[in-house]
């Protein structure tokens, strides 16, 4: 499926994979991007539910995850807004990069490499005469 754009997020949706945890990784990974700001208002659950063609119940579940981890917050006839915290932003983008370096390594130790092997090529692939892009 193509790419959706639902107020300030942008979607790509896999209708072979779980739909819930799609919504919530795609949301956690816009507010830990500042893709969408502190403070922002989230659309509706039924907006979101209405324009991905999901099940209400669907995004209702990721909208309670995100409240859970922090980064959102109900208000009372207003909807759902991203936390205006800064530190709890900062907290879960760093919870989640130890997760990703977490999943990485496992996945680099089941290759049989060696911390070595491991810096070698991040060395290889990264280039700080481009500011520190990927090539």
């Known amino acids: 499926m ?15 994979q779980p739909l819930y945890e799609q919504i919530l990784d795609q949301v956690r990974s816009a507010i830990a991007k ?9 659309p509706s659950v039924r907006e979101l539910a209405q324009e991905l063609r999901v099940n209400p119940n669907t995004v209702m579940r990721a909208y309670q995850e995100l409240e859970r981890d922090g ?4 208000r009372r006839g207003q909807g ?10 900062r907290s879960f983008r760093t919870a989640l990069a130890a997760k990703y370096i977490d999943n990485f390594m496992d996945q680099m130790e089941s290759l049989g490499l060696t911390w070595n092997d491991i810096q070698s090529y991040i ?12 090539r």
């Open 34 to 42: 500042g893709e969408i700001g502190l403070g922002d208002k989230m």
């Open 2 to 16: 193509e790419d959706q754009q639902v107020g300030p997020l942008r979607f790509h949706i896999d209708f072979s």
């Open 123 to 134: 060395e290889q692939k990264y280039d700080p005469e481009e500011g520190g892009s990927m």
């Open 80 to 89: 759902t807004f991203v936390t205006s915290s800064p530190e709890h932003v």
């Open 71 to 74: 980064l959102t917050e109900k």
